[in-house]
């Protein structure tokens, strides 16, 4: 039959130990094999007597709090390389069409139409982020942006 100490007890015996008693003597005395009376001392010098745990079993909400962590950092890496993933994917989509798209201009008013089109829905990409992707200038999106505007004040003049 296993005996269980309680914390107080084990903290009292190592108490005695640090204060300059043998741990034969006092494993005789107190019934406890030396080995375990050289345990209790380690953890209380790793950590102080907090480091001698209650008797029992970690309660299973403890446990799984501190199982759970690690598994859901994980998820958020896993969803984060894959995100990495897509923006690199979506990059090398973008520069085939670029190099495809012979007029140039319509490539660029392609791009900054879409750009415009998140920014209205609020994706919650940034224009920054967008034409960083895209391999387009921010600057050159508010240009746009600008001529547009322009153009529907002034539709006589088709872009001069």
């Not at 970690?58 to 894959?82: F, V």
């Not at 391999?135 to 153009?151: A, D, E, I, N, V």
């Amino acid at each position: 039959m296993v005996r269980v100490y309680s914390r107080e007890f084990r903290a009292q015996v190592v108490r005695r130990i640090l204060d300059g008693e043998t741990v034969k003597a006092l494993s005789q005395e107190v019934g406890v094999h030396r080995k375990l009376l050289y345990q209790w001392l380690r953890k209380v010098n790793e950590g102080g007597e907090e480091n001698l745990r209650d008797r029992g079993r970690p309660r299973k909400q403890q446990g799984a709090r501190a199982a759970g962590e690690p598994e859901q950092n994980g998820a958020l890496e896993r969803t984060i390389s894959q995100q990495g993933m897509v923006i690199d994917f979506l990059r090398g989509v973008v520069a085939q069409l670029r190099q495809r798209t012979h007029p140039k201009d319509a490539w660029r008013e392609c791009a900054y139409g879409v750009v415009e089109e998140r920014v209205r829905m609020r994706t919650g990409l940034s224009v920054e982020m967008m034409c960083e992707l895209t391999g387009l200038s921010r600057c050159g999106y508010y240009r746009y942006l600008r001529t547009r505007s322009q153009q529907r004040q002034n539709p006589s003049h088709d872009g001069e």
